[in-house]
């Protein structure tokens, strides 16, 4: 069985300061992490995926992911937070041979503040 | 170039009534995928299809969820006899490979599913 958990329901930050989301995992197999971000009535939009070829991930709009295995996290990072970032993310982790599924955290929902 | 195509964005059903939900993927792509959301969760799993082929169902909640995909490109998920706690967000997802691993999932904008 594979699952993720998501450490904070509701991060807040200022605008310009560090993101830090969390996200830990937990599977039997080496896994594929994603990080998801949804804005209001809006489908999910992928930011990064991890799958093994580097431990650190850059994604779209300046975030960037680290997979660190000692750890069993991967949590979400950006430097400096704009209000446009202000949405809700999930992190996810699917294996191989279970047909891609995703299985989803329960999501952080980010707030910028200026 | 369009991405996933999901119909209608809204629906508001009585206790009891059927409802369709249909998703159009991204041209090409073989995977399909159904998910649920629940409001404040995250999405859950409920079916995959690969081409025409429905390949795990696990995640269905009852036998009156039923989701086809004849063609291999449209999709539609069915739930009959509606009840309160199907009340959800509905999303389509579609990739291109055959679940290999690490494939990204385009979604579409789901469906609200409120029933009454």
């Known amino acids: 069985a594979q699952s993720v958990t998501q450490l904070g329901s509701h991060v807040s930050v200022s605008e310009g300061a560090l993101v830090l989301l969390r996200c830990n995992y937990s599977?039997?197999?080496?896994?594929?992490l994603f990080w998801y971000v949804q804005y209001p009535n809006q489908g999910l939009q992928l930011l990064l995926k991890?799958?093994?070829?580097?431990?650190l991930v850059k994604g779209i709009n300046g975030f960037e992911a680290e997979f660190k295995k000692s750890e069993t996290s991967f949590h979400l990072t950006k430097p400096s937070a704009h209000m446009s970032d202000a949405a809700e993310y999930f992190c996810?982790?699917?294996?191989?041979?279970?047909?891609?599924?995703?299985?989803f955290g329960t999501g952080t929902q980010l707030k910028v503040e200026l | 170039g369009a991405g996933v195509s999901q119909s209608p964005r809204y629906k508001v059903a009585k206790r009891g009534q059927d409802v369709a939900l249909r998703c159009d993927p991204i041209?090409?792509?073989?995977?399909l995928f159904w998910y649920q959301q629940a409001l404040g969760q995250g999405p859950e799993f409920l079916t995959y299809?690969?081409?025409?082929?429905?390949?795990?169902k696990s995640g269905l909640p009852s036998d009156r969820f039923f989701a086809e995909r004849p063609e291999g490109s449209v999709s539609t998920l069915k739930i009959q006899r509606t009840q309160q706690e199907d009340s959800a967000v509905y999303l389509c997802?579609?990739?291109?490979?055959?679940?290999?691993?690490?494939?990204?999932?385009?979604f579409g904008d789901g469906t609200r599913l409120s029933i009454l």
């Open positions: 041209s090409g792509h073989v995977s």
């Open positions: 299809f690969q081409n025409e082929a429905q390949l795990d």
């Open positions: 997802a579609s990739s291109l490979e055959r679940g290999r691993g690490g494939e990204p999932q385009h």
């Open positions: 599977s039997s197999v080496p896994p594929y």
């Open positions: 991890y799958t093994s070829a580097a431990t």
């Open positions: 996810a982790v699917s294996r191989t041979g279970g047909g891609n599924k995703l299985t």
